[in-house]
């Protein structure tokens, strides 16, 4: 069973920057595709940015510019740093891991941003 653990979320000023961590479980980072997403109240869960096993990167329109998803394979871990953050960055930010068949998410980390 993978276990994914997101931290570094918290309260930011508009304009400022945070860096998102998942830890993953085991070798996984290196081979799955590892993704974050977000939700914000009332709406629907969307992706952020996603990393594949090759390292090629896709990023929402949104945050294009502005996000950058990174990975460690020695540490298992995939990073997220956002700058420039503005109120509709607000959201719960959701680790995910997934290949064929098979997804996992983390239990999220909540990111709000203060205009």
């Known amino acids: 069973q993978v276990q994914l653990v997101e931290s570094g979320g918290g309260l930011v000023q508009a304009g400022g920057s945070l860096r998102l961590s998942c830890a993953a479980s085991?070798?996984?980072?290196?081979?799955?595709?590892m993704g974050w997403y977000r939700q914000a109240p009332g709406k629907q869960r969307e992706l952020v940015a996603r990393i594949t096993s090759g390292g090629s990167t896709n990023y929402s329109d949104s945050v294009k510019g502005r996000f950058t998803i990174s990975r460690d394979n020695a540490k298992n871990t995939v990073y997220l740093q956002m700058n420039s953050l503005s109120p509709e960055d607000t959201a719960v930010y959701y680790c995910n891991a997934n290949k064929p068949g098979l997804w996992y998410w983390g239990r999220g980390t909540q990111v709000t941003v203060s205009s």
């Open positions: 085991g070798s996984i980072v290196s081979i799955y595709v």
